[in-house]
């Protein structure tokens, strides 16, 4: 059974979150609040496995709140999805770097918000169509991030190609096809990856893979 947490100031979109979610079999919606604090209360009582977070919220916003979700040791089987209205905006990136592993729009279908949840679950990333684009179009106007680089450094050759194939939306499977390799040896090489780098989940190995110029918007297309 999956945990969930949901977080929105809008009473109607809770309800509405929440009846799409509890009537799955395998999702049990554990608390709900309108605030950054009572996700952050409501992750530290119930250690869920999923928080949907909104971005927006009066006082403490969704940002900050998964920060603190994120810094917290005994939350470390936690992720938090951010909820918005806006598909395109600045807090894409400051949500990521925050620790969200996933970024949906409201509107998105019922499915891919289900989806979603499940991909947090299994440690994987998992972005908007449309919020992708962006965030490919604006690493293509930053140098890469020195520190990024620095963590480059510390893979191996196959580790960075690994990488690489994760920032692409590969799962495990596809790249054990890819590197003709078994989906252990894949998945194995993604947590070693990811242990070297510091990175909570495979939407924070995304982001340094764009930040060091691993991968670039070019050898995406």
């Known amino acids: 059974m999956t945990t969930v947490v949901l977080v929105d100031d809008q009473p109607l979109i809770r309800s ?3 009846a799409l979610l509890e009537a799955e079999d395998d999702i049990d919606v554990v608390g709900e609040g309108g605030t ?17 977070m909104d971005v927006q919220m009066p006082g403490l916003d969704g940002i900050e709140a998964t920060r603190r979700i994120v810094a917290d040791d005994a939350l470390a089987g936690t992720h938090v999805v951010m909820l918005t209205n806006y598909g395109v905006d600045e807090y894409v990136f400051s949500a ?13 279908e019922p499915a891919d918000l289900l989806a979603a949840v499940r991909a947090a679950v299994r440690g994987d990333a ?3 169509p449309g919020i992708t684009r962006r965030l490919i179009s604006e690493f293509v106007a930053r140098p890469p991030d020195a520190l990024a ?32 390799l078994s989906p252990l040896t894949a998945k194995t090489h993604v947590s070693r990856a990811m242990t070297k780098l510091g990175a909570r989940d495979r939407a924070q190995l995304v982001v340094l893979a764009y930040e060091s110029g691993l991968v670039t ?5």
């Open 217 to 221: 918007p070019r050898a995406s297309s």
């Open 96 to 108: 990521l770097r925050a620790g969200a592993s996933g970024f949906v729009v409201k509107d998105t």
């Open 126 to 128: 998992l972005l908007s």
């Open 36 to 52: 950054g604090h009572d996700g952050v209360d409501l992750a530290r009582e119930h250690r869920p496995d999923v928080v949907l």
């Open 16 to 18: 509405g979150i929440r």
């Open 149 to 180: 680089v620095a963590g480059l450094e510390l893979l191996t050759p196959r580790e960075r190609e690994v990488v690489a194939l994760v920032a692409h939306g590969l799962s495990n499977d596809e790249i054990a096809e890819r590197m003709v």
